[in-house]
């Protein structure tokens, strides 16, 4: 059974950075596409980044720059890296995959999200 | 980037009901269109994907349509369970775009 499990959102400062993890089981991340996708309290979402499994990227544009998805395939674990964090950063951080279509982002599986809040 | 437009934002329905929400794509997206329900305080759940396709375990009351930049989500018979917030998203080149979404609340 596919799971994610994400972690690491925290309040934060403007200018800091962070760490969020994916714990992924089900498959392995270097078998899948994995996506973020974010969510503002009360707002709609928004697609951040993804990893192919040939290990290519792709960012949008309000984070390219400042934000890095990575994978550790020992520990089964997807990582969004966020460095100078903004107040319009601040988010519910999904995770998501998709099994079922023929692209990366027909998400059919997605974890509960973590709350990453940049304030001072 | 593709712009998704939805609408309506909100609307009232009763159980019942038969409702259809459009989301309009800002260029051609061929047939890579997704639709995702959320419930309050939950993630989101993928509905249907490439237009009409039903994920598995989705009640068929919940149909899909479109072609190239015009799309439709239709509930045939509204339940209590359906009451949630709809979103369309494009799955056809990155950035991959979500519509605004709309809230489907109970009259």
């Known amino acids: 059974e596919v799971q994610l499990v994400e972690s690491g959102g925290t309040l934060v400062q403007p200018g800091g950075s962070l760490r969020l993890s994916c714990a992924v089981s089900g498959f392995t991340v270097s078998s899948n596409y994995l996506s973020w996708v974010r969510q503002a309290p009360g707002k709609g979402l928004e697609w951040v980044t993804v990893i192919h499994s040939d290990g290519k990227t792709d960012y949008a544009d309000s984070v390219k720059g400042r934000f890095t998805i990575s994978r550790d395939n020992s520990k089964n674990t997807l990582y969004l890296h966020m460095n100078g964090l903004r107040a319009e950063d601040t988010a519910f951080y999904y995770c998501a995959t998709s099994t079922v279509g023929a692209t990366y982002g027909d998400f059919d599986y997605w974890g509960q999200g973590t709350l990453v809040t940049v304030s001072s | 980037d593709i712009q998704m437009t939805q609408s309506p934002s909100s609307l009232s329905a009763s159980v019942g009901d038969r409702i259809t929400i459009t989301c309009r794509a800002s260029?051609?997206?061929?047939?890579?269109l997704n639709w995702y329900q959320q419930k309050p305080g939950k993630s989101p759940s993928l509905l249907i994907y490439a237009v009409s396709r039903l994920q598995s375990g989705v009640p068929s009351r919940f149909s899909g349509s479109g072609s190239g930049t015009d799309f439709t989500l239709t509930v045939s018979s509204l339940e209590p369970e359906d009451f949630a917030t709809y979103y369309c998203?494009?799955?056809?080149?990155?950035?991959?775009?979500f519509g605004g979404g709309t809230r489907v609340e109970i009259k």
């Open positions: 998203q494009q799955s056809y080149s990155p950035p991959l775009t």
């Open positions: 260029q051609s997206i061929s047939s890579l």
